[in-house]
């Protein structure tokens, strides 16, 4: 297990990596040069967040703005997924990699005043561990795929202690390979203590498929970040923050940052251009040269996310037969889509995670074009006249999945073309598509994908298939087991090759969905917008902006 030296060592080793990406997004028209302080910038988002509790999110509309408020104890080298300080200065573990200890920066407040230190840390985690309401556990999604459970069901998790004010030292049952890097996990960031009991922060409660969440997830978020909550106005569709004057940190240029939630692409695009709004994320790669014609800024993120189409066998007993599974893998011209409906850059996926994480592995099982193979398949299962319910979201772009309806309609078109009736079930992403697909599984097919939040093949495979999930249907304990031994092994050769295993498995003798493509997604700014680093990770912070004033 890396020790604190071995980490700083990474840490510093890094810094030239961050110093080139910030050269080049200058270069783009971004950058990191000081600008004008003051003004407001106002920022398209794609959705409206599902809250603003780190803890009950796992979507990037609502860790967007979480990110400006929270602090995690590690974080990431802007522009990159090399990990650095964040609330914590510097971190260790035994070798056995069970025990994490913590030196906490000193003089550090919460937006309501109350300090940070160990205890507030040891508060956090225990609150996490401790849940025992199923409603809330439902939305730790994060929480229980790295600790693999809470208290009550079994999670690695055993304990926090503050040895002294400035130091948390954490507790675990047995090694697993997220370490350090999960700890810098936007769903773990740290929360006032005070504000979490005045605001009844667990209160969730659960009506059918729909949720209700406590005031402080809703009108009183509480970190330490950059910026503080100041209103969200639900008429107006607009979440306003506001800098944080004693922030630990680089303080915010910019007195107000505003996040527009405005669903339509092509509303947020003509709103860039007309000035009302400063930027936003993820626009079209067919509109990228005109908004560079235009005077805007088109930053490019390094490419770390994948695209699959789950399968969900629960509900049609055709899709438990891996033949079936496999013609639709063979049924998808992956080729084309990635060709007419991505940015370049795209890549067809042959698995599901990135080439640059370790435990990639280049000799897994090939699906390519092949209609009549799969007819052959689907017949040869009994399957010709399959009738599956394809599930897509809409009021949303992701980076993995710029436009989900016309990635759909490619998919589904390829499907009919080898005898399968396609239903289509467009679902707003949230409020209906993620409580469907990911909590209820009431679909037989759906379009979801992922950014990877640090470089570690777990984050990946692990945080898809290492339990069970109604995403993908009734329990596979075999595939469970080998790629949580894979997250087990401590060495990191045998690490990464028993992933490479997990991953050929995966698609060959598995297949609990297709992995589709892995695409460069982009975020554009105005021409007045100086400062913003892309991050691989979308893990974009806006303190370093600033906006020059007209």
């Not at 160990?118 to 730790?140: G, K, L």
Request: glycine share 8%.
């Amino acid at each position: 297990m890396p020790t604190t030296r071995r980490l700083l060592a990474t840490i510093a080793a890094g810094a030239l990596a961050v110093s080139l990406a910030a050269c080049a997004t200058s270069e783009r028209g971004g950058g990191t040069q000081a600008g004008a302080t003051g003004g407001t910038m106002v920022f398209g988002a794609a959705g409206a967040p599902k809250n603003f509790d780190p803890i009950f999110n796992d979507d990037g509309e609502s860790f967007r703005p979480i990110r400006q408020m929270y602090d995690t104890l590690i974080t990431y080298k802007a522009g990159t997924t090399d990990l650095a300080p964040g609330l914590a200065t510097e971190w260790s573990s035994t070798p056995d990699g069970k025990t994490w200890t913590f030196t906490l920066r000193q003089g550090v407040k919460f937006h309501d005043g109350t300090p940070l230190d160990a205890a507030a840390v040891c508060t956090n985690f225990d609150r996490w561990a401790d849940t025992t309401s199923e409603a809330a556990q439902s939305n730790m999604i994060y929480y229980a795929d790295v600790f693999e459970g809470f208290k009550n069901s079994g999670g690695i998790y055993q304990g926090c202690r503050a040895t002294d004010p400035n130091t948390a030292v954490i507790s675990l049952s047995k090694y697993k390979g997220a370490f350090p890097a999960a700890f810098g996990l936007t769903s773990l960031s740290i929360s006032s203590p005070a504000a979490l009991k005045q605001y009844d922060a667990d209160n969730v409660s659960q009506s059918g498929d729909s949720f209700s969440y406590p005031a402080y997830a809703t009108d009183h978020p509480t970190g330490t970040g950059a910026f503080k909550f100041e209103s969200y106005d639900r008429t107006a569709n607009t979440i306003t923050l506001v800098r944080n004057d004693d922030y630990w940190g680089e303080k915010a240029k910019l007195d107000k940052l505003v996040f527009k939630i405005i669903p339509d692409e092509n509303a947020r695009k003509q709103e860039l251009t007309a000035g009302t709004i400063d930027g936003y994320d993820y626009p079209s790669p067919a509109d990228y040269n005109a908004l560079k014609q235009a005077g805007q800024q088109v930053l490019i993120r390094q490419p770390f996310n994948v695209l699959y189409m789950g399968i969900n066998t629960k509900n049609n007993p055709a899709l438990e037969d891996i033949r079936v599974r496999q013609a639709l893998a063979y049924a998808i011209d992956r080729q084309a889509l990635v060709q007419t409906k991505l940015p370049e850059g795209a890549e067809v996926a042959t698995q599901f995670m990135p080439k640059t994480v370790a435990g990639y592995a280049d000799d897994v099982e090939q699906y390519p074009y092949d209609p009549q193979k799969a007819k052959d398949l689907l017949a040869q299962a009994g399957a010709s006249n399959l009738t599956l319910n394809f599930y897509y979201p809409t009021e949303v772009t992701r980076p993995y999945m710029p436009n989900p309806t016309d990635l759909f309609q490619l998919i589904s078109e390829n499907l009919k073309q080898v005898g399968i009736t396609v239903n289509a079930v467009p679902r707003p992403w949230n409020g209906g598509f993620k409580d469907d697909v990911q909590t209820a599984g009431k679909q037989d097919l759906h379009l979801l994908g992922w950014t990877g939040d640090y470089n570690d093949a777990g984050n990946f495979i692990g945080t898809f298939f290492g339990r069970e999930k109604a995403e993908f249907g009734p329990e596979d304990p075999a595939m469970y087991a080998q790629i949580n031994a894979a997250d087990a092994e401590p060495d990191p050769v045998k690490h990464a090759a028993a992933y490479q295993q997990a991953n050929r498995d995966l698609m060959a003798k598995y297949l609990p969905a297709v992995p589709i493509s892995s695409s460069p997604p982009a975020i554009v700014v105005s021409g007045a917008i100086q400062g913003l680093v892309p991050s691989p990770l979308t893990d974009e912070r806006f303190n370093t902006v600033s906006k020059t004033q007209s």
